[in-house]
């Protein structure tokens, strides 16, 4: 049986509990090995920093969820516009959230030359779309529809709830093993010298404390790729659900994949959002193996291959 | 005594599974109502539209009366229709008079640089696509209503209490129904 977008939901909101729970874990620990390294490998004198650690988790973890849009949209540059400004995206996104039986989403508008759109919120009461102005002025009304149906998708299947809380909880580890990177540099943990007995012991939670340091970033890359490719095919299906009209999206990526130019508001936690890779041209962008975005020209020749299957009669006046 | 607790407790938990299905159909029926009346919210903001469609291809070209009139006529008669199939027909033909309305426009250019004729483009263009969408939309919030009405346990008492199949809209063009067909 095929899964419907219902299932989608469901498993988005499954996966978005397990992170923020993984989240929390990952934080708690994290808090608890790097306080028995400064500690002198303390068990107990462990526990109190660790509940307090814990505490923080949850409020990093409340942030995220509650804040987390605000915060991606303000990294990126975006701004909101009105109606007035820009009817005819208006009017796009409008039909689209009737198509999928959504509330009007904000828009935001992102100054900037490259071609590039994301989505975001919490969930579809909640969500935001943001496209750059330099896609926003090259594509015709079609291929507009398209892009804005594929970032309604994610909207639409709650991948913009998952996706906001990996960004933001990936930044925040960054932020942190960053911060204890610079620590460990500058004499952090210095009272080892001091101590004789378990010498072992501590060389050991040393050991986990700087993998933690390394690993914490690349275990939030992992993530970011197992969670973006298959939504990125599921987006672009789901998107042609609502306009019918593949080739409006296939084209719009074909103009995608032609642009050169890196978006420079987009970083390593950000990337995953947005419809095309931000930062790699377009041998990169079609071939990568290691990417949070599956290659363009597949893409692109999976809604070909729909093409066939269905066409919407082209509306009056267009 | 235990049977008696154990037959009570039986009976506790189906009148509790059958509240919960209950209630998860009447939610469905209202979103297959909201969908169907989203339709109409759409075709009247068509209606409004259209006659300042008029005036404005009106004064850029007058020559093209019968043209105009037609669209006229095939508003009001869409305004007029009653009933499912009679207001389809209307419908059609109501868009079939602005298709040609545009292809007239196509041959004067002032009237095609003209900030309001654009506007009043888009906007029709808008309409149309949302007219489509809302009937879209109205079909799958349907089908999933009728899914769940008619599966195992529900299909028991749907009946019922009343929660009868919602009909589809039908839409002429065969290829413009159907759903692509998506490989997850």
Redesign the interface.
């Known amino acids: 049986m095929p899964r419907t977008f219902r299932d989608l939901i469901a498993e988005n909101r499954r996966k978005s509990a397990l992170l923020v729970v993984g989240f929390l874990a990952f934080f708690t620990i994290t808090v608890y090995v790097f306080t028995l390294y400064a500690t002198g490998a303390d068990p107990r004198a462990g526990l109190v920093p660790t509940l307090v650690g814990l505490g923080i988790g949850v409020l990093l973890a409340f942030f995220s969820y509650q804040a987390g849009a605000g915060a991606i949209l303000a990294m990126s540059g975006a701004k909101p516009i009105k109606k007035e400004d820009d009817p005819q995206l208006y009017n796009v996104v409008e039909e689209l959230s009737i198509a999928a039986g959504l509330p009007l989403p904000r828009i935001y508008l992102i100054d900037d030359t490259a071609m590039n759109a994301f989505a975001t919120g919490r969930g579809p009461r909640n969500a935001v779309v943001a496209i750059t102005k330099g896609l926003r002025e090259r594509l015709t009304r079609d291929e507009l529809q398209g892009v804005l149906a594929h970032e309604m998708s994610h909207v639409r299947n709650y991948d913009i709830r998952f996706a906001m809380l990996l960004a933001v909880m990936v930044g925040l580890l960054a932020l942190l093993a960053d911060g204890f990177r610079r620590w460990m540099w500058w004499g952090g943990g210095r009272r080892r010298s001091s101590r004789d007995s378990g010498g072992a012991l501590m060389a050991i939670i040393a050991i986990f404390a700087i993998l933690f340091s390394i690993v914490a970033p690349i275990l939030g890359k992992l993530i970011q790729l197992a969670a973006s490719r298959e939504r990125e095919y599921l987006a672009d299906a789901s998107a042609i659900e609502l306009t019918r009209n593949p080739e409006g999206l296939a084209s719009a990526l074909e103009k995608l994949g032609k642009d050169q130019e890196v978006l420079e508001v987009a970083n390593r936690a950000t990337q995953h959002l947005y419809i095309v890779n931000p930062f790699k041209p377009f041998e990169t962008r079609s071939k990568g193996l290691l990417s949070t975005h599956p290659p363009l020209e597949e893409r692109i020749n999976r809604l070909r291959a729909l093409e066939g299957a269905s066409r919407r009669s082209t509306p009056v006046g267009s | 005594m235990l049977g008696i607790l154990i037959f009570l407790g039986l009976v506790v938990v189906l009148v509790m599974a059958a509240i919960g299905i209950y209630n998860s159909l009447v939610g469905l029926r209202q ?1 297959v109502k909201s ?1 169907w009346s ?1 339709i109409d919210v ?1 075709l009247k903001r068509r209606y409004d539209l259209i006659p300042n469609l008029v005036e404005t291809v009106k004064g850029y070209a007058a020559h093209e009366k019968q043209t105009l009139e037609r669209v006229i006529q095939a508003r009001n008669a869409a305004v007029a229709a009653q009933g499912v199939a009679a207001q389809a027909q209307a419908e059609n033909v109501l ?1 079939g008079a ?2 040609q309305l ?1 292809a007239v426009a196509e041959a004067y250019p002032n009237l095609k640089a003209n900030e309001n004729f654009l ?1 009043l ?6 309409t ?3 007219i ?3 009937r ?2 109205y079909n ?2 349907a089908a ?1 209503y009728n899914t769940r009405a008619q599966s195992f346990p529900a299909v028991l008492f749907a009946r019922m209490f009343g929660f009868m199949p919602a009909e589809f809209f039908e839409i002429q ?1 065969v ?2 129904r ?7």
């Open positions: 979103q969908a989203q759409q868009t602005l298709r545009f506007q483009q888009e906007e029709l263009a808008s149309e696509n949302r489509s969408f809302a879209q939309n799958d919030t999933n063009n290829t413009e159907e759903a692509p067909k998506v490989a997850f």
